[in-house]
Nanobody, 114 residues
Framework: QVQLVESGGGVVQPGGSLWLSCAASGDIFSVTVMGWYRQAPGKQRELVAR???????TYADSVKGRATISRDDVNNMVYLRMNSLKPEDTAVYFC????????WGRGTQVTVSS
């Protein structure tokens, strides 16, 4: 089992930035890919960014150029930084860990509003 705990959500003004953190614990050696997903009200959960243990990160077109995903395998953390936030970035952001199984955190709310 892998446990994931997100932090860093909140209310951000349009044009602002966010910094989300995800702490992983448990059977982390089985995790090969970590990612951030989001789900807006009435919409399906969608990929924001993912980063493999080895290789390059990938991003959704909607956040490309505005988002950076990074991971710290020493401290079992994954981060998401996004700039130039828009109201349509409002969603619950979930951390995901993938390997033998898929694990999800409970999510953190991000609201982009003036």
């Amino acid at each position: 089992q892998v446990q994931l705990v997100e932090s860093g959500g909140g209310v951000v003004q349009p044009g602002g930035s966010l910094w989300l953190s995800c702490a992983a614990s448990g059977d982390i050696f089985s995790v090969t890919v970590m990612g951030w997903y989001r789900q807006a009200p009435g919409k399906q959960r969608e990929l924001v960014a993912r980063i493999p243990r080895i290789g390059t990160a990938t991003y959704a077109d909607s956040v490309k150029g505005r988002a950076t995903i990074s991971r710290d395998d020493v401290n079992n953390m994954v981060y998401l930084r996004m700039n130039s936030l828009k109201p349509e970035d409002t969603a619950v952001y979930f951390c995901q860990a993938g390997g033998r199984q898929i694990y999800w955190g409970r999510g953190t709310q991000v609201t982009v509003s003036s």
